[in-house]
């Protein structure tokens, strides 16, 4: 595009400064040889040299002797002390948004004549459109390859979700029915005049098959949340809510029916599920709320514990490969498009908010 822009002027040579709009600095992006080997390596301010100049006020300068023009900012690479004249043009993107700045230099002495200037701000025009077109697709394929992550991640996920199974079935539930074995052979083993004898190993092999009964629905209701199929997700969270209470801790529980997808309800149910669970587990905490509610722009779940709290910076550089608990949440929730903040002090209990807006963002 450079050198077309200079073949069509009959100027020397033509950069191409692109902003940088979170720094609020213009980069030499492309030259004419053999000033192309300088891209990446110049920046400017927006607002500094003619560049910078017609950056910030979105309208080209006509600059017939630069020396005398306040604006001009001499750069030695550049080597302006070869041109005499340039001409600087926005590229402007819609909403007067400048993306970046053409300058082109002459060596003879060159006032651009209106007429020129017209033509060369609408190919300035054309040359933002396919910048912008080229940074969003730049996004795309950013976004796309974090879409693959996360697909990646999920799997991986559910490995690991697959062998705690695993070994919940074999300490929670193989290991009680072999004890009941036991318990019913020396049942039937026993002197049938010993009575009391039988029906203390019956009342153990009662007990046994009661505990491995509650192991195995607790394995199940942690597979696939049923709850959520049978009686919804406000039941589900109160279903959470009481086994955590069953350990003491008084719990709190405002649930709002939600109008949400099914694999969001799962998304929300095992985050509020990992949320409680690290409540029991690191907390020590005496109370915890759990808010579902609806607002204007979505769902909004809340688990806030008054416990010991925690210094989310450190837990998130020290994040070790086997747990998976927050990163988990994080990843849960930005799957279905939800935002999650984690708040936490040590001293000042923790709490876990995410945000699932309405509509799926673009
Ligand atoms: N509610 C909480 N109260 C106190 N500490 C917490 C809480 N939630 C998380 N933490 C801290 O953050 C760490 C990481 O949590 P997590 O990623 O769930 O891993 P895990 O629970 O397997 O340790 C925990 O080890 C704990 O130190
Ligand atoms: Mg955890």
């Not at 902003?19 to 891209?39: H, I, K, Q, S």
């Not at 993306?99 to 300035?124: F, I, K, M, Q, Y």
């Not at 959470?240 to 309800?265: N, W």
Request: proline residues 5%.
């Amino acid at each position: 595009m450079a050198a077309l822009v200079t073949d069509a002027t009959g100027t020397d040579v033509c950069f191409v400064h692109l902003v940088d709009e979170e720094r609020g600095r213009l980069t030499l992006a492309g030259a004419t040889p053999p000033f192309d080997e300088l891209a990446g390596t110049i920046e400017l301010a927006v607002g500094e040299g003619i560049a910078g100049w017609v950056a910030r006020h979105g309208v080209p300068a006509v600059v017939d002797d630069k020396w005398s023009d306040t604006r001009y900012k001499y750069i030695p690479a550049l080597r302006g002390e070869d041109f005499a004249s340039l001409v600087s043009l926005p590229m402007i993107r819609r909403a007067r948004r400048v993306v970046g700045v053409v300058n082109l230099h002459s060596r003879r002495p060159w006032t651009c004549p209106p007429e020129e200037l017209a033509v060369l701000t609408d190919v300035t025009g054309l040359l933002a459109g396919v910048v912008e077109n080229a940074r969003l697709y730049h996004r795309l394929a950013a976004r796309e390859a974090e879409l693959e992550r996360f697909a990646s991640r999920t799997i991986e996920l559910q490995e690991l979700e697959r062998r705690r199974v695993a070994a919940e079935i074999h300490d929670g539930i193989s290991q009680p029915l072999v004890s009941l074995w036991y318990r019913l052979s020396a049942a039937q083993a026993a002197n049938p005049e010993y009575p009391e004898v039988v029906a203390s190993q019956l009342t153990a092999a009662q007990e046994l098959t009661t505990a491995a009964l509650e192991e195995a629905r607790r394995t199940i209701v942690g597979l696939r949340p049923a709850v959520l199929d049978d009686l919804g997700l406000g039941a589900g969270i109160e279903s959470l809510a009481h086994s955590l209470a069953a350990g003491g801790v008084h719990v709190q529980v405002e649930v709002e029916q939600c109008e949400l997808a099914p694999h969001v309800e799962t998304a929300i149910f095992r985050i509020t599920q990992e949320s409680l669970q690290n409540v029991a587990k690191h907390a020590e905490a005496t109370h915890v709320r759990v808010e579902l509610s609806t607002t204007a722009g979505g769902a909004r779940l809340v688990v806030a514990d008054d416990g010991a709290g925690f210094d989310p910076e450190r837990i998130g550089s020290e994040r070790r490969a086997d747990s998976f608990g927050l990163a988990g949440i994080h990843e849960r929730a930005a799957l279905v498009g939800a935002t999650v903040r984690i708040a936490s002090r040590p001293g000042e209990g923790t709490t876990v908010s995410v945000f699932v807006p309405r509509e799926p963002r673009s």
